[in-house]
């Protein structure tokens, strides 16, 4: 591949980028279900409530930074926010991954530590993780709110999740692409909220 193919792969990965994020813009949709996640988040928080994510791979990166912007600091200093990634304790997946099972994960961790009015963010490009497909149904039955992060079709996720934020995409990288810019805009729009900064 000669530097000039490179040269125009490069633009043709930023410009695909660029793209799914257009077509995010243009989505009354998304929009409207930002605005709708960020207004539960907050009453979530005001209520003494927390907010839990889940992933897998890059995704699980993903939930953990996420979640890192609740917890630590977004735009302003200001107190932390009771948020946390479920795969950050290494001991306990690993142990419940040899025990029972990968696909248990999550949900077990749900049945052990959520509450009713509690959110659940899960983070899977397909919408069809079967550990976080696990995860939104042990969370329903402790009354927890659910968010969906998938790509176009949804996955099984589509009919589970009470909020869907479905990129208009296929491909995995423009997804979780798109997955922290939707997510750095429900962190935003919660500190303003909350906080009272705008």
Partial sequence: MNPMNIQEQIQQIIAASIDTKKKLLENPGIIATLKTCSEIISQTFRSGGKVLFCGNGGSA?????????????????????????????????????????????YARMIKGIGQPGDVLIGLSTSGNSKNIVEAFKAAKLKNMI?????G??????????????????????????????????ICQLVEENYFGHA
Avoid: W
Avoid at 72 to 94: I, K, Q, W
Avoid at 146 to 150: A, E, F, P, Q
């Fill in 61 to 105: 990166a993903d939930a953990q930074h996420l979640a890192a912007e609740f917890s630590g600091r977004f735009y302003t200093d200001r107190d932390a926010l009771p948020a946390e990634a479920l795969h950050c304790n290494t001991s306990y997946l690993t142990a419940v991954a040899n025990d029972y099972s990968y696909d248990v994960v």
């Fill in 152 to 185: 176009e079709s949804g996955g099984v996720m589509k009919n589970i999740s009470d909020h869907l934020l479905n990129v208009p995409s296929n491909d995995t990288p423009r997804i979780q692409e798109s997955h922290i810019l939707l997510g750095h805009i």
């Fill in 146 to 150: 659910t968010i969906g992060l998938t």
